[in-house]
């Protein structure tokens, strides 16, 4: 048997940090997953590098921020020279497999082809079930057609209007099904890696099984926290997302509308964590939990009409841009029940698993400069890895009508106190500045407050440094070939 550790990569799509009951989140009916960071590590502040799904995941899968692996927008493809993590690890001698999303490239892309280095032996793609069920690697469409084909064609037909998924039919069943089997095939003559990536709890919220809200509290869900007059002291972009977001202007929902939209989200993650508990119990069912690195996370968040505004976009309220991080690893001495409240970024993740799988730290940084290994926060041997997170927002979302016209973009600078987000696109500099300490709620901004002015140009020049830093770790995409000695031009003035 290998002593590299297996790797279990767990990833939910649109999950914001406070959605389990882990994270203290009364009205959560997810007992799996508060059992993983019970016996593991919990991450409080693990902040995404952009909110849109694919420039985040491309960072998650690459350990680059955005300037590094060059995917900025939704539908942005990734440069055919990118190598994603799981090739490192095939190289390191693991079987590697993805079951359910990986968009790293336009969903269009995906549908018809394969990211040239996305490193997997075993490739069973889905993105979404009900999307784009003609393309040829459309995995949850293939097996849908050979368990119950009036509903795989229901769903060909209908689309997002199919509601209410039957469990054994769901996509999120068929990922964690395909990943407890790819779990009992193993025969331990090499440490695997895999990747079970499902949509949920990713709006229109509405195909989750109705059993689960027998097992949901909906009572216990609030209402949407928005205090009277925040939209006052916004940058003019985030207000052109409250009444343009791609789902509609927020106005126009009524409380019964948000009602519902914020009951299926979380009973989508109700069924999400049921699901994962049977892949849990895969791994002790197989005697391998022990020596298994567990992780957890998401995309990016969901802002459920908080503050006003609708799923994800150009603004970096926690729900939109911090999410969930759970880590175990019995084997590493990981002790259960420990919470790490130093910043941690998404693509963090990338550089931590290819620790976890012996690649060096000079390997690493040639691949990920920015990435940082979680192993020794995870176990205690140290405290924090960064004083900062980044995270950007180039037109990166879309309106009611596609890319916003005209451009939105904007960068968030965090600390362990101070939150700064500033907007690029106006004539007169435009921001906010939270003091999450003070405001964790992120109700009052205090960008161009007297008392905060020594604040907000501290954290502005951080800001640009980091900004300006990104050359330094950026090379010639399309490679150079320099001059031989007999090709070289003479320029000297005679």
Request: hydrophobic fraction near 35%; proline fraction near 6%; charged fraction near 25%.
């Amino acid at each position: 048997m290998s002593d590299q550790p297996n790797i279990l990569l767990i990833m939910t799509d649109q999950q914001r940090f406070d959605s389990l009951g882990c994270y203290g989140f009364d009205a959560a009916y997810t007992p799996n997953l508060d059992q993983l960071a019970a016996e593991g590590v919990l991450f409080e502040r693990c902040y995404v590098n952009n909110p849109i799904c694919t420039p985040s995941r491309a960072s998650l899968m690459t350990g680059k921020h955005l300037p590094g692996h060059g995917v900025y927008k939704l539908y942005d493809n990734l440069p055919a020279d990118e190598v994603l993590f799981p090739e490192h690890l095939r190289q390191h001698g693991y079987d590697t497999a993805l079951f359910g999303k990986l968009h790293v490239s336009s969903l269009h892309f995906e549908a018809e082809q394969r990211n040239p280095h996305d490193g997997f032996d075993t490739y069973e793609w889905c993105l979404e079930g009900c999307v784009r069920m003609d393309s040829p690697y459309h995995a949850y469409r293939q097996w849908l057609e050979q368990v119950d084909p009036e509903f795989c064609q229901r769903l060909m037909t209908e689309g997002r209007a199919v509601k209410h998924h039957p469990q054994a039919l769901h996509f999120t069943h068929w990922a964690a099904q395909r990943t407890i089997d790819f779990i009992e095939g193993q025969d331990g003559s090499q440490p695997f890696f895999c990747m079970m990536s499902i949509f949920d709890p990713h709006n229109p919220y509405e195909d989750y099984p109705l059993e689960m809200l027998d097992l949901l509290d909906a009572a216990k869900i609030p209402e949407p926290m928005i205090a009277e007059g925040e939209s006052e002291n916004w940058p003019e972009a985030i207000r052109r997302e409250s009444k343009h977001n791609y789902l509609g202007d927020f106005a126009d929902l009524s409380p019964e509308d948000l009602r519902k939209m914020r009951v299926g989200y979380h009973a989508s993650i109700t069924f999400a964590d049921q699901e994962i508990g049977r892949v849990l119990a895969a791994l002790d069912a197989k005697g391998i939990a022990d020596n298994t690195l567990v992780i957890f996370t998401s995309d990016h968040g969901d802002m459920l009409g908080d503050h006003e505004l609708l799923v994800k976009g150009a603004f970096f309220f926690d729900a939109n841009v911090r999410v969930p991080l759970l880590m175990r690893w019995p084997e590493r001495g990981i002790q259960g029940g420990r919470r790490v409240t130093s910043l941690v970024q998404l693509h963090d993740l990338a550089a931590t698993i290819l620790d976890a799988a012996g690649m060096t730290e000079d390997a690493r940084l040639r691949w990920m400069p920015e990435a940082c290994s979680l192993l020794d926060v995870a176990s205690g041997a140290t405290e924090r890895v960064r004083d900062y997170a980044v995270c950007c927002y180039r037109n990166s979302g879309i309106s009611t009508t596609g890319y916003w016209d005209p451009p939105i973009n904007a960068t968030m600078f965090a600390d362990e106190r101070y939150k700064l987000n500033l907007f690029h696109d106006s004539s007169a500099l435009a921001g906010e500045l939270y003091d999450m300490h003070e405001d964790p709620q992120e109700f009052h901004n205090l960008w161009g407050k007297p008392d905060f002015s020594s604040v907000q140009a501290q954290m502005t020049h951080r800001l640009a440094d980091w900004l300006g830093s990104q050359e330094r770790h950026l090379g010639t995409r399309g490679g150079a070939q320099l001059p031989t000695p007999q090709q070289k031009i003479p320029n000297k003035l005679q």
